[in-house]
């Protein structure tokens, strides 16, 4: 298997990371416009109300919502076939349980995919990454409450009708997996996908299984609907997946790692199986989690099984069996492999991860696989000659790219699309950094929202834009 024609090559982008106009034409507030800036080692603020002075980086984000047209033109003069990118909830339906939608939000959206239309770019769209109007958590309690799947299913059917004919790739969650961080250290990965601070959770468990049940429950209900309202439609889920090693070959590690990769695979088994795994109840069984799965669910699971499955890919991680209390991984926290380099955030780079990822996955569903997300968060210098010299993130992607070419053209993984993470640089969601940046694109903007942002092109622009005329030969 070569590298089709029809390979998508671009980048990732994400509404509440780029559009900044957070309380413009309507829209509504939502989670992450209520979260500071942080820094590695040092935790965002996650806030009740918003509180003068203090620095939102949603807010702002690098304004991508006033100067899409002159980002879509680069990434356009890059050669990109395809952008994903998300829209904000919050935008459609500013409470999300409005009785009608936004109709300057609805705009914002069309327009934005004709832009990149304009330029031949498949928009690859994702309706939740992130971006949930803040009233449905205040009101109902976030996704522990069933009445929040049908408000996102309202929310997809009118984004499904509105980009009819000119969407045809559709993404209905973004890393729904992400969702229990392991921590009481770390509350923004439960913020971050359902607006609730894990260590005020009082029955972490039970919370986490059901939201986790209702989210797959949602994708696939808007699965099937979104297949109804277009049978064009192509329709994935996104999920953040990290291959997890043990850590030697003693028997315990090895099943240890082997749970671990469970946890980022149990809702892609229920999206891709046609049915809740069997495994996962037995484990909530254990530990005293109910869930309340009716025969209408079990019709839903049936008939809303994903096209194809989109990974996000950035580190591999360790296990190692501690008893039966363990529950550890790299990039949550846990160990990190002697054998790898890591990033600055400290995510272990691991190029031949995502080859055996993207082994693992294909062999277990056999759908096509997307690359989602890929890339190098690191700090970018501006030199004496006014250039940004980002050879290391050129490296970086240079060997994910030959590594999938590897599964491509050796394993037979049928994947159908690279797209690397933040094209253009954008606020770290993680940290809420710009420091942490990703782009081909410069932004000027710093951690404290100060600089002009002007674009700037940095080494690896011109780098992407060789890989992408020679089809991944040019590396
Ligand atoms: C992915 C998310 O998990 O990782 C993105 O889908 C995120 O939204 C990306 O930005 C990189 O993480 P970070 O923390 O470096 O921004």
């Not at 088994?269 to 049915?275: L, N, S, V």
């Not at 989690?289 to 049936?302: N, P, R, Y």
């Not at 809303?304 to 501690?322: H, L, P, R, T």
């Not at 710009?434 to 100060?450: C, E, N």
Request: charged share 25%; hydrophobic share 35%; proline share 4%.
């Amino acid at each position: 298997m070569k590298l089709k024609s029809d390979f998508l090559w671009g980048g990732s982008i994400a509404a509440h990371q780029v559009e900044g106009a957070w309380d413009e034409d309507g829209k509504g507030p939502a989670i992450m416009d209520f979260v500071t800036a942080g820094e590695y080692g040092q935790a965002r603020g996650i806030h009740k109300s918003i509180q003068a002075g203090v620095r939102y980086p949603s807010h702002t984000g690098i304004d991508f919502y006033h100067r899409y047209p002159e980002d879509i033109k680069l990434f356009a003069e890059m050669g990109f076939t395809a952008l994903r990118i998300s829209i904000d909830w919050s935008r459609i339906y500013p409470q999300g349980d409005d009785s009608t939608p936004n109709k300057a939000g609805i705009e914002f959206y069309q327009n934005l995919v004709d832009e990149l239309l304009k330029y031949k770019i498949k928009p690859i769209v994702t309706l939740y990454h992130f971006e949930m109007p803040i009233n449905l958590v205040r009101k109902y309690g976030s996704w522990e409450n069933r009445q929040v799947v049908d408000h996102y299913l309202r929310f997809c059917e009118t984004m499904f009708r509105a980009l009819k004919g000119k969407v045809s790739y559709w993404v209905t969650f973004n890393e729904m997996n992400h969702i229990d961080p392991q921590s009481e250290a770390s509350d923004i990965f439960t913020y971050i996908i359902a607006g609730l601070k894990y260590s005020e959770l009082t029955n972490k468990a039970q919370t986490l299984a059901t939201i986790g049940y209702h989210m797959t429950l949602a994708s696939c209900a808007a699965v099937e609907l979104g297949h109804k309202i277009d049978p064009e439609n192509k329709i994935g889920c996104v999920f953040g997946i990290e291959p997890v090693y043990p850590i030697n070959s003693d028997p315990d590690n090895i099943l240890t790692a082997f749970k671990q990769m469970d946890r980022d695979f149990y809702q892609i088994d229920a999206m891709c199986k046609r049915k809740f795994p069997q495994y996962k109840l037995a484990e909530y069984k254990d530990q005293g989690i109910e869930l309340v799965i009716s025969t209408a669910d079990q019709e839903i699971f049936k008939n809303g099984s994903i096209d194809f499955i989109g990974m996000n890919y950035y580190a591999s991680s360790v296990a190692e069996y501690k008893g039966a209390q363990e529950k550890n991984s790299a990039l949550f926290g846990g160990l990190q492999n002697p054998f790898l380099p890591t990033s600055k955030w400290g995510w272990a780079i691991d190029p031949v991860g995502l080859r055996y990822l993207l082994n693992y996955t294909y062999r277990k569903y056999e759908l096509p696989i997307m690359i989602t997300e890929n890339g190098l968060g690191a700090i970018d210098q501006i030199d004496s000659d006014g250039q940004i010299h980002d050879s290391y993130r050129i490296d970086y992607l240079s060997k994910h790219i030959q590594e999938m070419k590897k599964a491509i053209e050796i394993d037979q993984v049928n994947c159908i699309g690279y797209l690397t993470w933040g094209p253009i640089d954008l606020v770290s969601a993680t940290t809420g950094q710009m420091s942490k940046r990703y782009g081909f694109i410069y932004v000027d903007l710093d951690d404290q929202g100060l600089g002009t942002l002007k674009r700037t092109k940095k080494a690896s622009f011109d780098w992407y834009q060789k890989v992408i005329e020679s089809s991944g030969t040019q590396l």
